[in-house]
């Protein structure tokens, strides 16, 4: 039987920490077929993904970016999600595509995060008052739970707007000062030019970079990938599609062993000093959402047996 799995009532139940321990779960089968459309209609993106994992099953995830939605008030993404699965090919779950997206793309840089950044971390910057930004603000804190949260936005009345609905969160006013406070940073934003400068790391940070998603965006220059140690989740879905890797890549400014290891290799995801800048760059690969709607469709099996 298919399941039909809505937001509200499919969110009962999930766990971020349980998530990103799905997620290096789903690394150890078979490396994921993964296959990437891309149509555009400037400023619009029509994005189909597709993953299939032997032993898990497949998936068609369709998502349209349509960025001038929010000055409406309707959301910027909207798509659906297909689980199939991996034995005879049926239909196991229409999942809700917002519900996936937002539990797989910040459990992509939560995973990273919870091996990357320095247990000791307190001061988070989250960085895009956005839908993501709060989502950004849950996960971490379940990780983080003694840490101190402050937002940048490119205007005050979305940080002023995020804050209202998360009290405890203060507003960074100044970019380059916050970026230096941090422990964390992490970023989502739609930005085509880089707002991250590498000449603000300090030693010892975690960077974590969601917003780009086509070969000419970017949130981070060159000077802050080149002097960071660089892991992505992907290898096949960010290096050669992304601008935050394919621009310096292209230009020579790192080569590719610049790129340490992806999730297939989750044993190299391990800071090697207390100085040492790490980057995770989320791709968030259809072969997440995979990983993702298989463990939302187990916990509401469990709720619902």
């Known amino acids: 039987m ?13 766990d971020w920490l349980e998530l990103t321990d799905a997620l290096a779960a789903g690394h150890d089968l078979p490396r994921a077929q993964v296959e990437d459309v891309f149509l555009y209609g400037d400023p619009n ?8 994992i032997e ?11 349509f960025p001038e939605n929010k000055a409406e008030g309707l959301p910027m993404v909207n798509g659906a999600v297909n689980l199939f699965s991996a034995t005879n090919g049926q239909l196991d779950a229409i999942v809700d595509f917002h519900l996936v997206t937002k539990w797989k793309t910040a459990g992509d840089s939560l995973l990273a995060a919870r091996r990357l950044a ?31 949260f402050s937002v940048w936005n490119r205007s005050v009345a979305g940080a002023e707007a995020f ?6 969160v203060s507003i960074a006013h100044d970019l380059e000062q916050a970026v230096k406070a941090a422990d964390i940073v992490t970023s989502a934003t739609m930005t085509t030019d880089p707002i991250l400068k590498g000449d603000w790391f300090q030693p010892g940070q975690h960077i974590d970079l969601i917003g780009a998603y ?15 140690n660089v892991f992505v989740d992907s290898f096949s879905t960010t290096m050669n599609h992304i601008g935050e890797l394919k621009i310096p890549l292209t230009s020579g400014v790192i080569s590719p062993d610049h790129v340490i290891a992806d999730y297939y290799d989750l044993r190299a995801f391990k ?3 207390q100085d040492e800048i790490t980057m995770f760059k989320n791709g968030g690969g259809a072969h997440l959402d995979l990983m993702t709607s298989r463990y939302i469709l187990e916990n509401w099996k469990k709720r619902n047996s």
Request: charged residues 25%; hydrophobic residues 40%; proline residues 6%.
């Open 118 to 148: 320095r247990p000791d971390s307190e001061n988070i910057l989250i960085v895009g008052a956005g839908t993501v930004g709060k989502t950004l603000l849950e996960a971490y804190s379940a990780a983080f739970p003694n840490a101190r």
């Open 55 to 65: 032993g898990m099953g497949l998936a068609v995830k369709c998502a349209t970016i």
């Open 2 to 14: 298919t399941e039909m799995i809505p937001f509200d009532e499919g969110e009962i139940g999930l």
């Open 271 to 273: 800071r090697k000093s």
């Open 214 to 228: 086509r070969p000419d965006m970017r949130e981070a220059d060159d000077v802050a990938v080149a002097k960071s």
């Open 45 to 52: 993106t029509l994005l189909n993904r597709s993953a299939w």
């Open 163 to 168: 804050v209202k609905n998360c009290p405890d």
